[in-house]
């Protein structure tokens, strides 16, 4: 019999994560029964203590927030890609012990929309300057050819963007949020803020749209994703990265070649429709 091999989620607030779900049903499709992914409550002072704990059997971590940073100096190395956000999303912990961070966010959201079809852009439009922000920049960085504006509510915000920009290589205009309308006539429009932040923005979608991605996923869809798909545009959620994201996350840690994208996702959409 295999020996048992255990992952899990790690943040807070954590009782909404729908990773448990994704990684359970790659698990039961790839026949995985020894392996068991659960979530915990952990804080960024509860952090050194967890995985100080973590023993042969633990295979994977994912973080959320507010541990994508804190997570960093407890590792013995992280990815480039996961060095260019200064965020790890993801950990895989070798048969030596050593702890291996990486961010599985970005080719996510590219891999998000490849699927809709969506591969080079010229020009693209953030709402929003978090730390999801940056990674839509480090995402945007391979598929935009032209300049991202980026539309936020303050100019510390912006500053903080151009910078994100010019680490990552891209060129980043800066816009006032009272403005961001205007982002609706970009080829690919990245909303990265929370529920609720652009609903009164929903009004004002123009009659072409291209293709907006929203990382939002519940709930779903959001007043803006439903405007736009009333005219025509393309639309990529939040469960879309999610589900790609845990693709990725799920392959690392189990060392499978491809993990059940579909599987995945047809979780995900029936625990969203039993909220």
Not at 210 to 234: E, I, M, N, Q
Request: hydrophobic share 50%; proline share 6%; glycine share 10%.
């Amino acid at each position: 019999m295999a020996a048992a091999r255990r992952a899990a989620v790690l943040g807070s607030p954590i009782a909404h994560s729908l990773s448990p779900v994704l990684h359970r049903a790659a698990y039961t499709a790839l026949g995985l029964g020894h392996w068991t992914y659960d979530r915990f409550e952990v804080d960024e002072p509860g952090l050194p203590g967890f995985v100080r704990e973590l023993d042969d059997s633990w295979a994977g971590l994912s973080l959320t927030m507010p541990l994508k940073r804190a997570i960093i100096p407890l590792l013995d190395g992280i990815s480039e890609t996961a060095a260019s956000v200064e965020a790890v999303n993801t950990v895989v912990l070798a048969e030596d012990g050593s702890l291996t961070g990486d961010n599985t966010d970005i080719p996510g959201m590219i891999a998000a929309l490849r699927e809709r079809g969506v591969e080079k852009v010229d020009s693209a439009a953030v709402l929003g300057a978090g730390a999801t922000a940056s990674s839509a920049l480090a995402a945007l960085a391979r598929i935009c050819a032209g300049p991202v504006t980026a539309y936020v509510r303050s100019e510390a915000r912006a500053e903080e963007m151009r910078g994100w920009g010019d680490r990552l290589g891209v060129e980043v205009r800066t816009a006032a949020w009272e403005d961001a309308a205007e982002a609706f006539t970009a080829p690919l429009v990245v909303a990265t803020t929370p529920a609720g932040t652009t609903n009164a923005l929903a009004t004002g979608v123009p009659d072409t749209v291209g293709t907006l991605f929203d990382v939002l996923y519940d709930p779903w869809p959001t007043p803006l994703a439903a405007a736009w798909s009333d005219r025509g545009g393309k639309v990529v959620g939040g469960l879309d990265l999610l589900v790609h994201q845990a693709v990725l996350q799920v392959e690392q840690m189990t060392g499978v070649p491809r993990a059940p994208l579909a599987a995945m996702r047809a979780a995900g959409e029936e625990a969203l429709a039993a909220r």
